[in-house]
């Protein structure tokens, strides 16, 4: 769906599909020239990221490989419950592999914090991190992101795999609830 299909539901476009395509070109040029002549192997969390994981990849121009691990920080409201858990753990053994991990946001950094810490106790070659949003005002724990799409406002947004009670993740477009929907 897009924008113009949920009018009534968004307060606000903050980044069409369009800008997103274009940013993560960007990123996965630059991705590409940092890792060239090393194997890359992408994390995707899910559920967020299976969008920005599914076009970064494909964005590449070099091989990469993929693994999944789905973390929880929020319930179904739109407010974080400030508990991290592994609802699905890695399949493949990072050690000595070159690890980027793909989110779709970094909000508090509280799940990116705890996964990054993690992961680097089984030893991989190098970590890095990639958010396709970052929201700098929400931000209460560091995390050091090497490749950020674009920073938001502080507000609760959806779309490109962020989710509202598990809606509005298949919106092309990333923009701001309306109040009224979760009021
Ligand atoms: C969202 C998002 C990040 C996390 C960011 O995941 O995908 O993983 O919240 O928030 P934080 O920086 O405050 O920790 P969520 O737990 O909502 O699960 P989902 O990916 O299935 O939507």
Avoid at 24 to 52: C, F, H, K, P, T
Avoid at 63 to 89: F, P
Wanted: net charge negative; glycine share 8%; charged share 25%.
């Amino acid at each position: 769906m897009d924008a113009a299909d949920l009018s009534q539901d968004l307060s606000e476009v903050l980044h069409t599909r369009e800008a997103i395509d274009q940013r993560l070109v960007e990123l996965a040029a630059q991705i590409d020239s940092d890792y060239a002549g090393r194997d890359l192997l992408l994390v995707g969390v899910l559920n967020g990221a299976v969008m920005v994981m599914a076009d970064l990849s494909r964005s590449l121009k070099s091989h990469c490989t993929m693994d999944w691990m789905a973390i929880s920080s929020y319930g179904s409201g739109t407010k974080s419950s400030g508990v991290v858990r592994i609802l699905k753990d890695l399949t493949t053994d990072i050690s000595g592999k070159h690890v980027l991990i793909v989110e779709d946001i970094l909000d508090t950094g509280l799940t990116l914090s705890y996964l990054v810490h993690n992961l680097k106790s089984r030893e991989p070659a190098s970590i890095e991190v990639m958010t396709m949003f970052r929201k700098p005002e929400a931000a209460t724990t560091d995390v050091d992101v090497k490749y950020v799409g674009f920073d938001i406002p502080n507000k609760f947004v959806i779309g490109y795999g962020l989710d509202y009670a598990g809606r509005y993740r298949n919106l092309r477009d990333v923009g701001v609830l309306s109040p009224h929907v979760y009021e």
